[in-house]
Structure formats: structure tokens, C-alpha cells
């Protein structure tokens, strides 16, 4: 399967980008640094974070058969709204 499209968001700030990373290692996604790729039960996610632009590009790569990408998507655009309005 190829990469989905980039999902990019703007105003995520350091404390922001420090809040979702937290999440997703209480959540069993291994996430550290500005760049990097974590799976998490067949589904593959790379991030990109600028704090300098204060913008997270998060693009899903893999996902098992039974979960579609577009659900990653919606999913992981989800998390990012909630945290950006904590």
C-alpha cells in the first residue's frame, strides 16, 4: 500500500505538540523527537513537527487489512482537533 496524503496542521505549538506526544505514548505509540515512525497493531504512522512553522505532518504508511486508511486519517485528525482545543 502507498502512503496516504499528508495530513498537515498549523498552530500546534511546543506545548501542544508535548501534550499529543504524551498521549500517544500513554497510548502505547512509541513517539519521541520531531521526526520519526511508530507502529502500533499493523498500523505504520510517520510525524514531522516544525516548531519553527509550529505545523505536524502526520502521514499513515500501513494499515492491516481490516482498517482503512481514511480511517487512520479521520482518527488521527481527531486527536490533533482535541488536543489543539484542550
Known amino acids: 500500500m502507498a502512503a ?23 497510548a502505547g505509540v512509541p513517539m519521541s523527537g520531531n521526526t520519526g515512525r511508530a507502529t502500533k497493531m499493523g498500523v505504520e504512522v510517520e510525524w514531522n513537527y516544525s516548531a519553527e512553522k509550529q505545523e505536524l505532518v502526520l502521514t499513515c504508511h500501513r494499515t492491516p487489512f481490516f482498517v482503512s486508511v481514511q480511517d487512520v486519517n479521520a482518527k488521527l485528525h481527531e486527536l490533533v482537533n482535541q488536543a489543539l482545543q484542550a
Open 4 to 26: 496516504s496524503t499528508p495530513q498537515v496542521f498549523s498552530g500546534i505549538t511546543p506545548a501542544k505538540y508535548a501534550t499529543l506526544m504524551e498521549k500517544a505514548n500513554s
